[in-house]
């Protein structure tokens, strides 16, 4: 079958700890999914959307080394299954189990290959893998800015949590390939800029631009510009941990998923003061620069608006987006996606999930009560008027991409 183009939405199933790891943030259960999977669902196929980010709660299913509870995975993935909904399969956003404790943990990349690799035997027919969400932003957050999970503020605990994420992203891929060896990778990742505010802060801005990078460059096998390799160096990783990225790469099997908002941008003052410049670049220039340092296949795989008092603010970032989508494959970027994320509103993302408030972030296609919001209706309409105009092609050379009901329950 030829290749789609991926219409997306993802279901949130962010899940790190605050305070001091006494608190989980489980989006799953703020956002009502526990109970209203169905429903979910439901809203998934009214809008006509064959993919779907979305992934187990990894605290409750990963119970201890080589002990998990399938029991709420094994019901949503049949149900996903049946409905021919393709899982692009989310297995860590923002957290671990209690017992594995943090970023900062040196068994953690092994422990989550077998993770992965568990559930790739568990549920042979699904295709598409994000193992590790967000690396970047989850290092940033959790060691450098301290606000998840470890909570640390220095560079070397964020080299820390930055190289065991991503050894645990290589080999779970590793893993999954061993069960299925046409998976396919989406590695939804922010994508970042940074403008200098004044010339004094030219060469901040600079090295910020470099770090934007690391995650990807590390994934991806791409040798870090010499600034970042004396930078790893200097806080932690060591020569040989370095070498594993550039030899264990599995590059050919990549998306490259771009997530874009409009805090992705950034004013850097002289003094070092960084804050939100709001959509200078937008998504096009910016994914072009992450295109033309990886060459991969891209995918736009997050972005969202809240709805504003107007109530057609989400639907005019929307449109601008998909406006960046088009351009952007019009200008030869392989280009096979886009997602607006997420399903649903979203609870406490207005303080980065670091305060348990309960605020309902009206950001989703759907309310929390399963009501569609404008946003919503302008997508399924973007859907009707496009999914059969994009044109369809082979993603790899290899194989090519299977529905979920391709391939027999059971088989490997």
């Known amino acids: 079958m030829a290749f789609p183009f991926l219409f997306a ?5 962010s899940n790190p700890t605050i305070d001091q790891g006494r608190v989980r943030v489980d989006e799953l259960a703020k956002c009502g999914h526990y109970q209203h999977w169905r429903r979910d669902f ?16 990894i605290h409750t299913t990963w119970r201890g080394p080589g002990q998990y509870d399938w029991s709420f995975a094994d019901e949503t993935f049949a149900e996903l299954r049946q409905r021919g909904i393709a899982p692009i399969v989310d297995l860590c956003h923002f957290g671990v189990p209690d017992w594995l404790g943090n970023f900062q943990n040196p068994d953690f990349p092994a422990l989550f290959a077998d993770y ?8 042979p027919w699904v295709q598409f893998y994000t193992p590790v969400n967000e690396i970047y932003v989850c290092a940033k957050f959790s060691a450098l800015l301290g606000w998840w999970n470890e909570q640390l503020t220095n560079d ?37 800029y940074h403008h200098a505010e004044n010339i004094q802060a030219v060469k901040l801005a600079e090295v910020l631009n470099y770090k934007r990078f690391l995650s990807l460059d590390l994934n991806y096998g791409h040798r870090v510009d010499s600034g970042m390799y004396e930078y790893l160096l200097d806080n932690g990783m060591t020569r040989e941990e370095y070498h594993f990225f550039l030899h264990n790469k599995v590059k ?3 998306v490259m998923g771009n997530d874009y ?38 995918m736009h795989t997050e972005t969202n608006f809240a709805q504003g008092p107007n109530g057609d603010e989400a639907v005019q970032w929307l449109w601008k987006q998909w406006a960046n989508v088009l351009r952007t494959r019009y200008d030869g970027v392989p280009l096979i996606g886009f997602t607006w994320y997420s399903l649903t509103d979203q ?9 348990n408030n309960g605020t309902v972030n009206p950001l989703g296609l759907y309310d929390l ?11 399924k309409q973007i859907i009707q008027d496009w999914q059969h105009v994009l044109p369809t092609q082979r993603l790899f050379t290899q194989e090519p991409y299977e529905t979920p009901a391709d391939r027999p329950a059971g088989a490997f």
């Open 42 to 57: 439901d809203c998934v196929q009214e809008l006509g959307i064959q993919f779907l980010r979305y992934g187990p709660p």
């Open 261 to 298: 908002y409009n805090t992705n941008e950034h004013r850097v003052a002289a003094g070092g003061t960084i804050r939100p410049s709001g959509e200078v670049y937008g998504y096009y220039l910016i994914t072009k620069q992450y295109h033309e340092r990886y060459y991969l296949p891209v």
């Open 156 to 192: 070397q605990a964020f080299v820390t949590a930055l190289k065991y994420l991503v050894k645990a992203n290589v080999l779970a891929m590793h893993a999954i390939l061993e069960v299925r060896a046409d998976a396919i990778f989406i590695q939804s990742e922010s994508s970042e």
């Open 252 to 254: 050919e099997r990549c």
């Open 9 to 13: 939405t993802g279901i949130e199933n």
């Open 116 to 123: 992965a690799r568990a559930f790739a035997r568990r549920f």
């Open 369 to 379: 009560d399963g009501n569609i919001r404008p946003v919503g209706t302008a997508f």
């Open 347 to 355: 609870v406490d993302w207005d303080s980065a999930l670091r305060e």
